[in-house]
């Protein structure tokens, strides 16, 4: 059977960590190939830069992914590169050293039904989440076990044929301080949402994909190409809906629709 080519007016993805062992590259090579879109924007923690310089790995699949977003490029497809914490020395490349996209600290754009919205990666809110530095170092060393607990799953899963599942995704939904952690990053973003009277706020960087309309303003978070897969997605009538990839693309798998996406 053929496979359903979606086509979107906007696409945004980020922290796909290309060059981290978890990385799900195969599930996003799948999202990328059976999709078209007018802008593709890159929120941030594309490439991990921070895993490389602790080890090499770049393995075939992390190169086609960055294939296949030069052939989109060249397809007439403008992409926006917003970098993030983990690959932040892509801010001092210039435009012909990139020679793929635009890159901006911070994006905005206004979708087909009128929203402003604006697009950072989401490290900026980090202060506003972490009680110390403790904390944060505790925080990274438990999502690291968790991640490498995941690993055995998705093989097991995998040998077995069943559908990905993320473990790391289903223990942090149960921990407490972890549902208190992304509750205070997602106000700060509201917060600073507000602020710069914007409609709505895109961003990544905690892993947790949602949408929510607080206090006027939609908060999204994209989610990740690690744990969850997912990516949220402008319909050419400006309909925003939040998408995961599943082992069959052609039925990508509904997270959540933007419950005001402008559209009357």
């Excluded at 979708?111 to 989401?122: F, P």
């Excluded at 809110?125 to 799953?153: E, H, P, Q, W």
């Excluded at 039925?251 to 996406?261: G, H, I, K, V, Y």
Aim: charged content about 20%; proline content about 2%.
């Amino acid at each position: 059977m053929a496979k359903v080519i979606h086509t979107y007016r906007t696409v945004w993805l980020s922290d796909v960590h290309l060059g981290f062992k978890d990385c799900k590259a195969e599930y996003l090579i799948e999202f990328l190939q059976n999709m078209r879109c007018d802008k593709l924007i890159l929120a941030g923690d594309i490439v991990d830069f921070w895993a490389l310089k602790r080890q090499a790995y770049w393995p075939a699949a992390h190169m086609q992914v960055v294939q296949i977003l030069f052939e989109k490029a060249r397809q007439g497809t403008q992409i926006i590169y917003v970098p993030g914490n983990h690959d932040a020395a892509i801010r001092q490349l210039g435009q012909p050293e990139l020679n793929l996209a635009e890159i901006h600290h911070q994006y905005q754009h206004t979708t087909s039904s009128g929203l402003k919205v604006l697009v950072l990666h989401g490290d900026e809110f980090d202060a506003m989440v972490c009680y110390s530095k403790l904390t944060a170092l505790i925080g990274d060393l438990s999502y690291d076990l968790l991640l490498f607990l995941n690993r055995f799953v998705y093989r097991w899963r995998k040998r077995f044929g069943l559908n990905y599942w993320s473990l790391a995704g289903y223990i942090k939904e149960r921990i407490p301080k972890a549902n208190i952690a992304i509750a205070r990053y997602r106000q700060a973003a509201i917060t600073y949402a507000k602020r710069q009277q914007v409609d709505m706020l895109v961003c990544g960087h905690i892993h947790h994909p949602e949408v929510v309309t607080q206090q006027g303003v939609i908060y999204a978070n994209l989610g990740d190409w690690v744990e969850n897969c997912s990516a949220l997605v402008e319909e050419l009538d400006g309909r925003l809906h939040l998408v995961r990839s599943t082992e069959q693309t052609e039925s990508l798998e509904l997270l959540q629709e933007a419950p005001w996406s402008g559209v009357a």
